[in-house]
């Protein structure tokens, strides 16, 4: 099976600093990585992802980051807005079955 | 807007009844996954239907059913409802049958009473 864990269930960041967030598995096999946004009342809006063939993939203002040694993927937000405030979810797949293995998620703060 | 339709958005029922959720993937989407999510557990991936087939099951118990029908439209069936069930229900639809870019509806919240 796989279990996605989470180092920190809330990230308190200034606004127009960088946030980083963290995500472990456990499964080597997983292939493919994947970072959701669920703002409150939402469902999980897809941000960006990655397979397991690559190890940095950019999008508009993120950045997810893949280190299959370590079992380790972060998203990193550029420049953090107020509207970026929400849960954000790493989910982890494997060969096309079994669905995503969801982590807990991390609560991203935005201080004024 | 995802483009995934969920009904209802609500949904207030008693203990040891039985619901019905209904999704629309979104146009052209084949594979209609579902998940739970709850407080203490998370988000759990259910099940999954590809072009009206079972594909993947999770930790799906065995009071909760599902199906995919010609239209790809999808039903997940809740019955002998306990106070645990309560919980936001997901339903996801992709292109593939893979892992690749799921889109999700706005969730259907149970509550059992």
């Known amino acids: 099976g796989e279990s996605v864990g989470l180092h920190l269930p809330t990230l308190s960041v200034q606004e127009g600093d960088n946030s980083i967030i963290n995500c472990a598995y456990s499964n080597s096999a997983s292939d493919y990585f994947i970072w959701y946004k669920q703002e409150s009342g939402k469902g999980p809006q897809f941000i960006i992802d990655?397979?397991?063939?690559?190890d940095k993939r950019q999008g508009q203002r993120v950045t997810v980051l893949l280190n299959k040694t370590v079992k380790h993927l972060s998203l990193q937000i550029a420049a953090t807005q107020p509207g970026d405030s929400a849960v954000y979810f790493c989910a982890v797949g494997r060969g096309g079955a079994d669905g995503l293995t969801f982590g807990k998620g991390t609560h991203l703060i935005i201080q004024p | 807007d995802s483009g995934v339709t969920q009904t209802p958005k609500h949904l207030i029922t008693a203990t040891g009844q039985r619901v019905t959720l209904r999704c629309s993937p979104r146009?052209?989407?084949?594979?209609v996954y579902w998940y739970q999510q709850s407080l203490d557990q998370g988000l759990q991936f259910l099940i999954q239907?590809?072009?009206?087939?079972?594909?993947a099951k999770g930790n799906i118990l065995e009071r909760f059913s599902a199906q995919q029908f010609p239209d790809l439209h999808s039903e997940l069936n809740l019955s002998s409802l306990e106070l645990g069930d309560s919980a936001l229900y997901f339903c996801?639809?992709?292109?593939?049958?893979?892992?690749?870019?799921?889109?999700f509806g706005q969730g259907t919240r149970l509550t059992v009473v």
């Open positions: 239907y590809y072009n009206g087939e079972e594909r």
């Open positions: 146009s052209g989407d084949l594979s």
């Open positions: 996801a639809s992709s292109v593939g049958f893979g892992n690749t870019e799921a889109f």
């Open positions: 990655i397979r397991s063939n690559m």
